[in-house]
Structure formats: structure tokens, C-alpha cells
């Protein structure tokens, strides 16, 4: 079963544009993690934050967390038509082993 | 570096068939993950293992799927007999300590 679920399901902005992906989850967590997905390639990871940051900074990405609403945010900000990708969120819950499961992504469109 | 391997990365079968995929982790990585990938049910997690013995296998969908880890460096799903429904990607992945996973480019199976 997914434990995360992302929102929207497909984004298309402008490049130069910011892209805002949501992630909503259901039981507690350690980290959750964001990986992009090319067509065709396999998931490759982006970022990971704990479940005691607020927020985490990596290059063009911006990740928030807030555990008391279970939910995370992606922000790409400056899109280039090269982040054209799935977005997808990822968790471990509490108290589970190394089972990471993956929210249903969200289809991210950058036009040049 | 080399990152996770794994073969056949397309294969048409037809049904009744047995169908083995292979993988190759990232040498020193002390877990495995099997996960499938559908339009319909996203990512699943099907088995993982830690230091090659199988911790939970309750994703795998049917006795007709097994998975075997005979070593650090080499690990196998098979499907036995398959059908049109195990038509999917299935993404081999290792990880060290097993929180950021790595993902292979997948192998694309098509059950006729």
C-alpha cells in the first residue's frame, strides 16, 4: 500500500518558473525522502529530511516538513525543461524495519 | 563507480513462462530491494533483504514469485509461470544501511 500521496498529480509550468509538489502521508515517520524518476530510468534520490527539521535546503530544491499535518513540500525553483521528471515522495515509518514506500508521484512538465 | 546492474532490461515472455531477472547491487551495500512498478499501483516494495537473508517478503504477490539473494553481489526474482498481470518495471535496488536506496534502470517485462 502507498503510505505517501502526492498533489498535484501533474504540473506543467514555464521554464523559470518554481514548481511546488505536496506529499501527504498517513502514520509517523523517521525521514522522508524525495527521488525524481526520468521516463525510462530508474528513481535516482534527491533529498532527505528528518522528522525533527522543519525544512532542507539542497541547490534548486527546497523541502518542508510539518509532521503535526503529515505532509511535505518540494519546491524547484528556476525550472529548467532538464527537470522534466516524476516527482515522488518516500517514507519509513516508525517502528518499520527499512521499508521504504513511495507515495504515486507527481508528473512534473517544464516547457522551454 | 558502477551503480545497481541489472538484466534482462527488456523481455517479452509469453504466459506460462518462467521469467528470471537479475541484479547486481552496489558492491558494499548491506540491503536489497525488489520493487515493481505499474501504472495502476505505482511502486511497490515486493522483498528486501539485509545482508543477503530475505527480512520481509509479504509484497510478493503470489507463490508464483520467489527471490533469492545466494550472495553479496548477485540476487534473482523469478516468476514461475508468468502471466499477462506481472507485465511491469521491475526495479532492482541497494542501499548502505538501508535509508537512501539506489535504484537500477529497471527491466521491462511484457507477459503476452
Known amino acids: 500500500s502507498q503510505q505517501g500521496e502526492e498533489d498535484p498529480q501533474a504540473l506543467s509550468i514555464q521554464e523559470g518558473e518554481n514548481a511546488t509538489m505536496n506529499c501527504s502521508y498517513k502514520?509517523?515517520?523517521?525521514?522522508l525522502q524525495w527521488y525524481r524518476q526520468n521516463s525510462g530510468r530508474g528513481l535516482v534520490h534527491l533529498i532527505l529530511?528528518?522528522?525533527?527539521?522543519r525544512e532542507k535546503h539542497s541547490g534548486r530544491l527546497r523541502v518542508t516538513l510539518d509532521t503535526s499535518k503529515k505532509s511535505s513540500s518540494l519546491l524547484i525553483t528556476a525550472s529548467r525543461a532538464a527537470d522534466t521528471a516524476s516527482y515522488f515522495c518516500?517514507?519509513?515509518?516508525?517502528?518499520?524495519?527499512?521499508?521504504?514506500?513511495f507515495g504515486s508521484g507527481t508528473q512534473l512538465t517544464v516547457l522551454p | 563507480d558502477a551503480g545497481v546492474i541489472q538484466s534482462p532490461r527488456h523481455e517479452v515472455t509469453e504466459m506460462g513462462q518462467e521469467v528470471t531477472l537479475r541484479c547486481k547491487p552496489i558492491?558494499?551495500?548491506?540491503?536489497l530491494f525488489w520493487y515493481r512498478q505499474t501504472m495502476m499501483r505505482g511502486l511497490e516494495l515486493l522483498i528486501y533483504?539485509?545482508?543477503?537473508?530475505?527480512?520481509?517478503d509479504s509484497g510478493m504477490p503470489e507463490d508464483r514469485f520467489s527471490a533469492k539473494m545466494p550472495n553479496a553481489s548477485f540476487s534473482t526474482l523469478k516468476i514461475q509461470p508468468s502471466e499477462p498481470r506481472d507485465s511491469a518495471v521491475y526495479f532492482c535496488?541497494?542501499?548502505?544501511?538501508?535509508?537512501?536506496?539506489?535504484f537500477g534502470e529497471g527491466s521491462w517485462l511484457t507477459v503476452v
Open positions: 518516500a517514507t519509513i515509518s516508525s517502528g518499520s524495519a527499512r521499508q521504504l514506500t
Open positions: 502514520t509517523s515517520i523517521n525521514n
Open positions: 533483504f539485509n545482508n543477503n537473508v530475505p527480512i520481509d
Open positions: 529530511i528528518r522528522s525533527n527539521e
Open positions: 558492491s558494499g551495500h548491506d540491503y
Open positions: 535496488a541497494s542501499s548502505p544501511g538501508g535509508t537512501v536506496i539506489y
